[in-house]
């Protein structure tokens, strides 16, 4: 497996432990919202991963605390993607 795909599986887990634990509700609304206009559940988690992956970022690799409420922006806005400009 190479780096992105270890990168990609790592944020598909994030999503699913998330959407277990309900935490934060916006992962299972924003899932749920994705669905109901059209998206598969598994576009839905690529679409949501793309709005985990700055926040994962910044964690990791520039040492910043998860911005709780940005990535809830993130999500928000799915399935557009403006951060990603």
Request: proline residues 6%.
């Amino acid at each position: 497996m190479d780096d992105a795909q270890l990168d990609q599986a790592l944020l598909f887990e994030v999503i699913e432990n998330q959407l277990a634990d309900r935490y934060p509700k916006e992962t299972t609304e924003t899932l749920m919202r994705l669905q109901l206009t059209g998206h598969s559940r598994e576009d839905a988690i690529e679409l949501m991963a793309c709005a985990l992956a700055p926040e994962m970022e910044a964690v990791i690799e520039r040492k910043e605390a998860f911005n709780l409420p940005r990535y809830c922006a993130h999500l928000a806005l799915l399935p557009d993607t403006p951060w990603l400009s």
